[in-house]
Nanobody, 120 residues
Framework: QVEVVESGGGLVQPGGSLRLSCAASGTRVRIQNMGWYRQAPGKQRDLVAFIAPAGGTNVAESLRTRFFITRDNAKNTVYLQMNNLKPEDTAVYFC??????????????WGQGTQVTVSS
């Protein structure tokens, strides 16, 4: 079992920045890709960004100039730096971690979500 805990959400004014963190913990598992999705009210959950263990990233094209994903493998933690935030970035942000073992296989583990509200 893998526990995924997000932090760093909150209320920010348009043009401001936030950094989300997501820490994964588990016994005898290997953490593979880590990433973020977001879901605005009444909308589907959309991909924000992913990062592989070696650091390769995939960020949604519309967000690449403002959102940056990094990770600290020693801490099994992924970060999402969000700059120049806009009201349309308001959503619940979910962290997802792919983890497991070669024997048991790999699964997705989701956090509970953290609310980001961009408003003046």
């Amino acid at each position: 079992q893998v526990e995924v805990v997000e932090s760093g959400g909150g209320l920010v004014q348009p043009g401001g920045s936030l950094r989300l963190s997501c820490a994964a913990s588990g016994t005898r598992v290997r953490i593979q890709n880590m990433g973020w999705y977001r879901q605005a009210p009444g909308k589907q959950r959309d991909l924000v960004a992913f990062i592989a263990p070696a650091g390769g990233t995939n960020v949604a094209e519309s967000l690449r100039t403002r959102f940056f994903i990094t990770r600290d493998n020693a801490k099994n933690t992924v970060y999402l730096q969000m700059n120049n935030l806009k009201p349309e970035d308001t959503a619940v942000y979910f962290c997802v971690v792919y983890a497991g073992t070669s024997r048991s296989g790999f699964s997705e583990y989701w956090g509970q979500g953290t609310q980001v509200t961009v408003s003046s």
